[in-house]
Nanobody, 123 residues
Framework: VQLQASGGGLVQAGASLRLSCAAS????????KAWFRQAPGKEREFVGI????????YYADSVKGRFTISRDNAKNTVTLQMNSLKPEDTAVYYC?????????????????WGQGTQVTVSS
């Protein structure tokens, strides 16, 4: 599975951004999908996850109520809608995938990673 993240950019606090993760390779619909982020000097941090069918999502407390993950298995894409962005959301955002039917917030659990897309939120 190859993952390609896109949609990052520079925005002001309070704005919105929509990140996309396009997948190619094996059957994407059977993979759990997640988003992580990494700020300079910090460890990679869990943002949110969506299950195989897209009917269950989980989010980090820091983004709950502001970020929404969705997926379109027909188009092999996962989307992270980010609203009410804050300067502390500034980071490189990564999409991740794994074929195991489980929910994990641990970066090391995921088998496949995209290259990351930079999100910068100015105050």
């Amino acid at each position: 599975v190859q993952l390609q993240a896109s949609g990052g950019g520079l925005v002001q606090a309070g704005a919105s951004l929509r990140l996309s993760c396009a997948a190619s390779g094996r059957t994407f619909s059977s993979y759990v999908k997640a988003w992580f982020r990494q700020a300079p000097g910090k460890e990679r941090e869990f943002v949110g996850i969506i299950n195989f069918s897209g009917d269950r999502t989980y989010y980090a407390d820091s983004v709950k109520g502001r970020f929404t993950i969705s997926r379109d298995n027909a188009k092999n894409t996962v989307t992270l809608q980010m609203n009410s962005l804050k300067p502390e959301d500034t980071a490189v955002y990564y999409c991740a995938a794994d074929p195991r039917d489980s929910i994990s917030a641990i970066a090391g659990w995921y088998s496949y990673w995209g290259q990351g897309t930079q999100v910068t939120v100015s105050s």
